[in-house]
């Protein structure tokens, strides 16, 4: 049973737009967020997270927004560039920012010139 | 640079014969992860290592072993491969448990394939 879901197992945009890939979760336990970005043949990095104490983080062009009573994230670039196009993976955890990730099933971003 | 290395990037094994995949690290992290991501899926938690303490979860097959002779090292000992065990593994370090404030630093990964 999948705890954190990215419905959308690909997205396309062009450069210079918004790229908005979502993320939803069912346990609400989860009190702690993670975004990582992929490219291929490379390990994932770190992107950027939020605690649920807070509803909205940002950096730089990117920006990560919490809805907690619908269970759901969602991660904003903006704006867009080649360089971005990745596959983004969603994670979460519970006990603050301890304990194991669980991971979505990733969405791959590809940014048109 | 400070990282996390996986040797080697791609491993092809035969069907049944033990193989070992390593991981090293010079972030001096005391957590070290093995996750097994299958094509398409999630990226799944095998293990960790919490300094010398293993911690097995409850669903990773049998199977899967793992070793931490040192900080700096670990790895996965897979004792029979199946086909159902090709999957790129990647390995991750955390300062503490958890990702923290800087999430895991994850190495490049090991493309198994059994054959």
């Known amino acids: 049973d999948q705890q954190v879901k990215q419905n959308s197992p690909s997205l396309s945009v062009q450069e210079g737009r918004i790229s908005i890939l979502n993320c939803d979760y069912t346990n609400s336990m989860f009190d702690y967020f993670l975004w990582y970005k992929k490219y291929p043949a490379e390990g994932p990095t770190f992107l950027i997270s939020?605690?649920?104490?807070?509803d909205k983080n940002e950096d730089g062009r990117f920006t990560v927004f919490l809805n907690k009573s619908a269970k759901h994230l969602s991660l904003h670039i903006v704006p867009s560039q080649p360089g971005d196009s990745a596959v983004y993976f969603c994670?979460?955890?519970?006990?603050?920012?301890?304990?194991?990730?669980?991971f979505g099933k990733g969405t791959k971003l590809s940014v048109k010139p | 640079d400070a990282m996390v290395i996986q040797n080697p990037r791609y491993q092809v094994t035969q069907f049944g014969k033990p193989v070992t995949l390593s991981c090293s690290q010079t972030l001096n992290h005391n957590v070290m992860y093995w996750y097994q991501q299958k094509s398409s899926q999630a990226p799944k938690l095998l293990f960790h290592?919490?300094?010398?303490?293993f911690n097995n979860e409850a669903d990773t097959p049998d199977n899967f072993q793992s070793r931490r002779p040192n900080t700096s090292f670990c790895f996965l000992d897979i004792r029979s491969p199946g086909l159902g065990d090709a999957a790129m593994y990647l390995c991750?370090?955390?300062?503490?448990w958890g990702p923290g404030i800087y999430g895991y630093t994850f190495g490049s990964g090991t493309r198994l394939t059994v054959v």
């Open positions: 939020i605690s649920s104490i807070k």
């Open positions: 991750a370090t955390s300062r503490g």
């Open positions: 290592y919490y300094d010398k303490d």
């Open positions: 994670a979460a955890n519970y006990g603050g920012s301890q304990g194991n990730l669980i």
